[in-house]
């Protein structure tokens, strides 16, 4: 038998390749859209892929099942729960797959959807009967479980989804301690509130470690799964839908996505209603930009923002490095985005005759804010961290607007004096301050570094309810 485990960790999205080396037949869970690597790897080894196994209907990216289809001919296989518009086969509980000396079992396992499965993965070289591993998608991860609050299904309350988790997770429970754990997303996912930096586990380590495994009622299992859970993204439930949908492949959007654009032809989409994303790093952005442009990096959580701050429905024109423009659109397309248009060709250097549209956003450093913060005027401090993070330790006289929720609040920021913008680090207030300056706000700087470069500095913060204190060395963040 051969598993692998891709990882995938700007959406912290595992998923896995299982093989019969006898037969040379193979199946994948949960892929990626972007597909090459398990047709190459299969390839290589001399595997057919004749299954694509969707655990459920994910939220947080758009799978790649429609595109092996099409590329591999593999079967789709999903929960006999599912619906969807395209043909699968359903699977019940203790359904079965032979590949030969590999079996898979399935589990149906609702509650972070309800169409929900489990994949059960028996190695008959070892055993029939104990099992080595179960690939848990999104009921079971390392440290956690899946939430039920997500507005991914629809005719289904939170409430009705706890209680389907909760008996779920005793069939897992019954597994043998030893069988390993494959979920399929890690620490950064959005689809938990705890989950482990680790991405493979036991069902024994999980029963000793896992809150959510632990002894409880029903109604406490309700209580604890259901509260302080991050706040989701918008675009989830526009991919929760297009997961169900038969739609085109990556690469047949991606032959209309990857046009160079000029820049007479880049401003007559703009003018148009159409959308400019520009994804270099922070200070390339604020040093230079196309006015009226977006700032999300690809080195951040680039399609999480993307898919938080984008319409999906106007187009997007990629400004990047040149030679970046395919990752660009690549990722995009892995949300399920694929109203890109184009990019700017040439990058910033084809704005070198047009300086009329070149733009910037002042960058100040912590020891002079805090200088500025001591004068009789001081500035607008606006902190777009999430609120517990603002909550856990601020800059004094701070004002908190979630980057979620700063373009529905843009009125809370005074249009007079001066504003400076931060997060933890610069990559949120880098984005917070292209939202600003898209508004027409021209009265912004970006703290250089964030609240980090702010401790760092051995400049006093504070919780919330507490006094203004001194950070020292000893600070934890």
Not at 98 to 117: A, C, K, S, Y
Not at 256 to 282: C, F, H, M, Y
Request: with cysteine; aromatic share 6%; charged share 20%.
């Amino acid at each position: 038998m051969f598993i692998k485990q891709y990882y995938l960790g700007c959406l912290a999205h595992a998923s896995y390749l299982i093989a019969d080396e006898r037969t040379q037949r193979a199946v994948v869970v949960d892929p990626q859209r972007d597909i090459e690597q398990y047709l190459q790897d299969a390839d290589a080894a001399g595997y057919h892929i004749d299954y694509v196994v969707l655990t459920h209907f994910h939220a947080d990216f758009l799978a790649g099942h429609i595109e092996l289809r099409n590329r591999a001919q593999a079967r789709i296989v999903m929960g006999s729960r599912a619906q969807a518009e395209f043909d699968f086969q359903a699977m019940h509980d203790g359904d079965r797959i032979e590949l030969g000396d590999v079996r898979l079992e399935f589990l149906e396992t609702p509650g972070h959807t309800p169409e929900g499965i489990s994949v059960v993965v028996y190695d008959l070289a070892q055993s029939d009967s104990i099992p080595h591993a179960v690939l848990t998608g999104d009921t079971l991860f390392i440290g956690d479980v899946g939430r039920p609050d997500l507005l991914a299904s629809i005719g289904v309350t939170a409430d009705e989804l706890a209680e389907m988790l909760y008996h779920s997770l005793q069939k897992l429970r019954d597994l043998p301690d030893s069988t390993l754990v494959y979920p399929a997303h890690g620490a950064g996912s959005m689809c938990g509130k705890n989950l482990s930096k680790e991405t493979v586990s036991t069902i024994g380590e999980q029963k000793k470690f896992n809150y959510a495994l632990q002894p409880m009622s029903l109604e406490e299992f309700k209580q604890l799964v259901t509260t302080e859970q991050p706040e989701a993204p918008d675009y989830f439930v526009y991919d929760a839908i297009k997961n169900r949908q038969e739609r085109a492949d990556l690469g047949a959007t991606l032959q209309t996505s990857l046009q160079p654009l000029s820049v007479e032809e880049v401003l007559r989409i703009k003018n148009q209603g159409g959308q400019l994303l520009d994804v270099r790093d922070a200070v390339d952005f604020e040093a230079a930009h196309l006015t009226g442009s977006l700032n999300i990096g690809l080195q951040g959580k680039y399609a999480t923002w993307c898919g938080s701050l984008l319409d999906h429905d106007r187009p997007i024109v990629v400004i990047a490095e040149p030679g970046q423009e395919d990752e660009a659109v690549m990722r995009l397309g892995r949300i399920g985005f694929d109203n890109a248009v184009g990019y700017l060709r040439d990058g910033m250097a084809a704005l070198d005759l047009h300086p009329e549209l070149i733009a910037m956003v002042p960058r100040i450093t912590a020891p002079a804010l805090a200088e500025a913060l001591a004068q009789s005027q001081q500035p607008f401090v606006l902190d777009v961290r999430a609120t517990k993070e603002w909550q856990a330790g601020h800059l004094a006289g701070s004002h908190n607007i979630p980057l979620t929720h700063l373009a529905e609040r843009l009125a809370e920021v005074p249009m007079e004096g001066s504003v400076v913008v931060h997060c933890e680090g610069g990559y949120r207030s880098a984005i917070a301050a292209s939202l600003l300056a898209e508004a027409g706000r021209t009265n912004m700087s970006d703290m250089v570094g964030g609240y980090k470069a702010w401790l760092a500095s051995q400049l006093p913060v504070e919780a919330q309810g507490d006094a203004p204190a001194l950070c020292t060395t000893g600070c934890s963040r």
